[in-house]
């Protein structure tokens, strides 16, 4: 064996170590050796590649992704090395990248070698629900709700800490996962109260047919179909979002998938809305009060919502206020990775009820499905009111598609960025005793050191326009502390005023409006809602 060879096994060696030990050790340093090295490069893959084959169950999904997130590093080396050559298959490999190498296409690898990290990231989620009879597909209506209107309305999560996307699927199973977060209703201007933002209605239609709507902020679309429309046409207008675009209406429509309703393999769309509801047709109609991307859940919890009102015309028991917990949210998560979206296990939780608004949850690691234990922190909803002022910037947040740059921090553990990763998980507790202590000004300067630590996994979550808001004195001098709800980069702020000067807090607030980019901002009054997700009939 040469040196050179012998360099090579053992570089391959420590980085399956690190991939199945968890290490937290940066693999693009070991990588460097390899710049401008074809050979090595490919021996490298090889070695990665058996060891892939000979992993098992979700181990094999979770390493996976580790492993796909070395080989993106492993073929962008390639690629600048300009090396021609047939390049070994992986048994982690999609269609589309197998494709790739028989085409050579190495400038294309590394992206769909991120884009099989979230695909590893669903397949693992699904089989992990199948794994204890989570997945159910929906029945066929019951006659006696024929004539039924079915309507589930829903607050929204304020979310107070994850541990900065601790929730996120991959590192809640390797390392655990925490959450901060309350329900609330939303008073917008023109409205007399608070009231829940979300509303989902569901009916049976007397004759074939089937009527989507979205009335949502910004996501406003229709579908009509009926029997004189030839299958194929329906067929492709339906999964006209698997094309891209349609967002409006996407959730409605993989909803009807994921239920069971609407089957891909069959062109007849009308036919199977018929045979699901006896005869007839069916009309879904969804409304939101605030865009999707506000930071507040809304996509993750009208997922939820939906669900809920379709389980409900089916009479399973997941759409009942007691089998709505964990299954109707862990659905709710798969309805909306299958979509691309990717949400983590709190989004949809933070608007479940109990007997109060804001809970903590903690899910321990595991191979199986994360199983968030929830426990309700019982605090002084006036105080709070007093205390947390909410704060609409205006700046839109586009949902996150590609590979989350949190997760990436996670996948590489690049020394710049990962450490905050750690400290996240450790002022989580303290917030969690803060707020449950009512100190709202240490709440306050914990908020705005979080907030820095999401900055600095995410630097594209902030700007000179957001940075504005944390640090205006004239806001300043009102406020304790603050931070962007959710991944940040736009939607609803949360500020912990001090005490007694929420009204000049706000005062300053609605001020903002005159400096551009802060047209669309806004104060917005909202109550704590411990109701959850409410179905009336």
């Not at 360099?7 to 710049?35: F, G, K, N, W």
């Not at 629900?129 to 006659?143: F, K, N, Q, Y």
């Not at 199983?371 to 205390?387: L, S, T």
Request: charge should be neutral; proline fraction near 5%.
């Amino acid at each position: 064996m040469t040196g050179q060879e012998s360099e090579v096994q053992q570089l391959s060696a420590s980085l399956i170590r690190i991939v199945d030990q968890q290490e937290d050790q940066d693999h693009r340093v070991l990588l460097a050796s390899l710049e401008g090295r074809s050979q090595g490069i490919a021996e490298v893959l090889a070695h990665l590649g058996r060891y892939a084959d000979g992993l098992e169950g979700s181990a094999r999904w979770l390493r996976g992704m580790r492993l796909c997130r070395i080989q993106a590093d492993l073929y962008r080396l390639l690629g600048a090395s300009g090396a021609p050559g047939a390049w070994p298959a992986c048994g982690l490999d999609s269609k589309e990248i197998l494709d790739l190498k028989q085409q050579g296409a190495l400038e294309r690898l590394p992206a769909a070698y991120e884009a099989r990290i979230n695909q590893l990231q669903r397949l693992d989620l699904r089989q992990s629900l199948e794994a204890v009879g989570a997945v159910v597909p929906a029945t066929a209506m019951e006659p006696r709700d024929y004539g039924g209107q079915f309507v589930v309305e829903a607050p929204l999560r304020l979310g107070i800490s994850s541990a900065n996307a601790s929730d996120n699927h991959l590192r809640t199973k390797e390392q655990g996962g925490k959450t901060l977060n309350a329900g609330i209703d939303l008073q917008l201007e023109g409205e007399p109260a608070p009231a829940p933002p979300l509303r989902v209605r569901v009916r049976r239609l007397p004759s074939p047919g089937l009527v989507l709507r979205s009335r949502s902020t910004g996501f406003e679309g229709d579908l009509v179909l009926g029997e004189g429309e030839a299958p194929a046409v329906q067929h492709q207008r339906f999964f006209a979002y698997r094309r891209g675009g349609d967002e409006a209406l996407r959730l409605s429509k993989q909803a009807l998938v994921h239920v069971g309703i609407v089957r891909e393999e069959h062109q007849d769309i009308v036919g199977q809305v018929a045979a699901y509801t006896g005869g007839g047709g069916l009309e879904l109609e969804t409304h939101s009060k605030v865009l999707q991307g506000s930071g507040l859940g809304t996509s993750s919890i009208l997922a939820a919502a939906i669900l809920k009102a379709l389980y409900r015309l089916a009479g399973h028991p997941i759409a009942t206020a007691e089998g709505e917990y964990p299954a109707l949210y862990d659905q709710s998560l798969l309805l909306e990775q299958s979509v691309g979206l990717n949400s983590g296990w709190q989004d949809a939780r933070g608007a479940c009820g109990g007997p109060s608004a804001v809970k903590d949850f903690y899910a321990p690691p595991t191979l199986g499905l994360p199983a968030p234990q929830v426990q309700f922190i019982p605090i002084d909803e006036a105080q709070f009111a007093a205390r947390v002022v909410l704060f609409n910037t205006g700046i839109a947040r586009q949902a996150t598609r590609g590979l989350n740059v949190v997760l990436d921090a996670y996948l590489t553990r690049e020394a710049s960025r990962y450490p905050a990763i750690r400290e996240s998980l450790a002022i989580h507790d303290q917030m969690v005793a803060a707020l449950s202590d009512g100190d709202y000004g240490l709440l306050g300067r914990q908020a705005t050191r979080y907030w820095e630590l999401r900055c600095t996994l995410d630097p594209d979550a902030t700007s000179p326009l957001i940075r504005r808001l944390f640090e205006e004195p004239r806001l300043q001098q009102h406020c304790e502390g603050g931070m962007l709800t959710g991944a940040g980069g736009g939607g609803f702020a949360l500020l912990i005023c001090r005490q007694g000067q929420a009204p000049l807090l706000k005062e300053e607030l609605r001020r903002l409006r005159q400096v551009p980019g802060y047209e669309r901002s806004g104060v917005v009054e909202y109550r704590l809602n411990r109701t959850g997700l409410r179905l009336s009939e």
